[in-house]
């Protein structure tokens, strides 16, 4: 799938818009599940764990397909 894959700025700020989505939903998961409670404050740290979990993850997956080809919005200066 070329959106995990591909290291296009396109791709790169879709999938920073998905990681963001997904963070949302869990954070909302309480207005989902009737049985859960968050508090808002609590809403907002489970947010950003999401964001620290999914980057990093996100920023494999794009690095492995950087060695397999040459991009042109690559910042590596080759010599």
């Not at 939903?25 to 764990?49: C, G, H, R, Y």
């Not at 999914?54 to 991009?71: F, K, T, V």
């Amino acid at each position: 799938m070329k959106l995990l894959t591909s290291n296009d700025w396109q791709y790169r700020l879709l999938r920073t818009i998905i990681q963001g989505i997904i963070g949302v939903l869990v954070a909302n998961l309480d207005l989902l599940v009737s049985k859960l409670t968050f508090d808002p404050a609590i809403k907002t740290m489970i947010v950003a764990l999401c964001m620290a979990v999914l980057s990093p993850i996100m920023a494999e997956i794009g690095s492995r397909n950087d060695d397999h080809h040459d991009d042109e919005n690559s910042y590596i200066i080759k010599g």
